[in-house]
């Protein structure tokens, strides 16, 4: 799924081209709305929200959507829809800066070892990043909250180290393409060193690369995300969390059922809309892996 | 071969120990002292040193360290610090809950994956192909946890095939407790299965696209016999791969299903020696989750290069 062709990188296409086909592309259309609809509300939340999510209103606990609360009230009388809106700033915010994480760190480390293929260098980094990946998310995830304490930026920490592997291999495996095109020997005759090239020539050519995979891994992270807040590893009450919102939903799921359904619909979409513009990006970028993957 | 298999097992066990290193250092800079949490803070200087030196707690970290790692070769983990009971034991109660349950998911995935993929590939295009493709979209994005709340509701609380939660104990009848396992493997199979489909498609589609496919059509068989006789056995090699990576996704994964259907097993272990701050007991079982993965990731290497031939000479 996460699998992408290095080998194939394509030549940069005229923007206004890339742009005429984006639009035509079913998936990267209704990716790029439904992840626009959870960004938005994201970004609304911090000017306003139906109803104060601190607000506690007892008297209309569990109340199932109505016209005064579209999707619902929870157990402390608070509206499940401005929850949900606040609760997308978390999750949004912990999968951005993750997938920051695993770039920041990882692109480099993949540049430098691709730039050093074969040495020691090379040798070190790659088997640093095996071990890292033996280390599931929320295998890191526990190790850090049993050390620090469970908060939404030990989640960002641990999904981010997650992270960092997936972003080396990539762009070693990337680079390491490029690195043999004849437009590199040339720099390299040119007298260009490796890292200048690393970062003039071989950077710009694997953005698209990086692109499509951040577009995954920010899915995976908001998963990742969901799953740690579930399990109480997350962000902290009072914010509101789409994970925390429906472990305390657990205990009530037989009488007050939309207490689970929308914070899960919510997680759902977004999901599914960053995998859906993900598949759209990359066949905009590589036209020949359409419907393969 | 074999030297292929020495090289491979010489990386696995750096890689065991360069994990465990982490794994304890990770815990070791914990602040706060396991003595003082479990005695209150009324405890008396000699009570507390007479119970650090009955865990362990004494002594410099490498030899703390020594002798966790020398312990756990052993097969002695320590005593838990609330318990007062061995880990080891521990451990192997909740492993009969967790392992079991990972491998009927991995079967599970792997039954429904593969019909679904085969079926999408050789019908490339198709509205079957369309409809498989679609429910994996869903089925990757679905929270494997909020999935699982939705079978309890819909099989346990209305249909009431299945219990919500728990686990009756393998004593108390081999299928009573398979069944208590059902709906918690289907959880965590979906998201899985997935993934494996949209795998076995696409490496379906490649080997179908390959030189050896068209010639078995220009001898005279049917597409579907050349998908069945041909295509299928070459395009297993990355499935192969992908199921064995799964099985340790699985067994980690587990540890958020557990949770929702009140399974003693690891996870559940884990998160109460978490609050507990049983340290022990976490490092051991993040330890042995993480052994699982090394392990299953080693297994897969050889047997991929038993199967691949040119892999064996690149190490």
Known sequence: MTDLRADSLPPQGAPVRLWGRALRSRNLVVGALLTLVFVLAAVLSFLWTPYEVTGLDI??????????????????????????????RVSIAVAVVAVGIGMIFGVPLGLLAAARKGSLLDEVIMRANDLVFAFP?????????????????NAIIAIGIFNIPVFARLTRSGALTLWQRDYILAARVAGKGAARISVEHILPNVTNLLIVQGTIQFSLGILAEAGLSYVGLGAQPPTPSWGRMLAESQTMI???????????????????????????????????????? | MLRYTLTRLLSLAISLAVASVVIFLAIEILPGDPAAFMLGVNAQEDTLAALRDQLGLNGTLWERYVSWVGGMLTGD???SYTYRTPVAGMIADRLWISLPLAIYALLLSTLIAFPAGIWAASRRGSAADVGVMGTTQLGVAIPNFWFAMLLVVVFAINLQWFSAGGFPGWDEGFWLSIKSLTLPAIALA????????????????????????????AKGLSRRQALWRHALRNALIPVLTIIGLQF???????????NVFY????????????????????????????????LVNFLVEIAYALVDPRLRHRA
């Open chain 1, 59 to 88: 008297a209309n606990k569990i109340k199932p959507p109505s016209w005064r609360n579209p999707l619902g009230t929870d157990h402390f009388g608070r509206d499940i829809l401005s929850m949900i809106m606040v609760g997308a």
């Open chain 1, 137 to 153: 998310s929320l295998v890191i995830a526990i190790l850090i909250t049993a050390t620090f304490g469970p908060s939404a930026v």
């Open chain 1, 254 to 293: 037989s009488f007050a059922p939309h207490m689970a359904l929308f914070p899960g619909l919510a997680i759902l979409l977004t999901v599914l809309g960053l995998n859906l513009m993900g598949d759209g990006l990359r066949d905009l970028f590589d036209p020949k892996l359409r419907g393969r993957t």
């Open chain 2, 77 to 79: 983990f320590g005593t």
């Open chain 2, 190 to 217: 979906l998201p899985q299965a997935s993934i494996l489909a949209r795998v076995m498609r696409s490496a379906l589609l490649d080997t179908l696209s390959e030189d050896f496919v068209r010639t078995a059509r």
């Open chain 2, 248 to 258: 340790s996704f699985l067994l980690a994964g587990g540890i958020i299903i557990e």
């Open chain 2, 263 to 294: 399974l003693p097993g690891l996870g559940r272990l884990i998160f109460q020696a978490i609050s507990a701050r049983d340290m022990i007991v976490v490092e051991s079982v993040v330890m042995l989750l993480v052994f699982a993965v090394i």
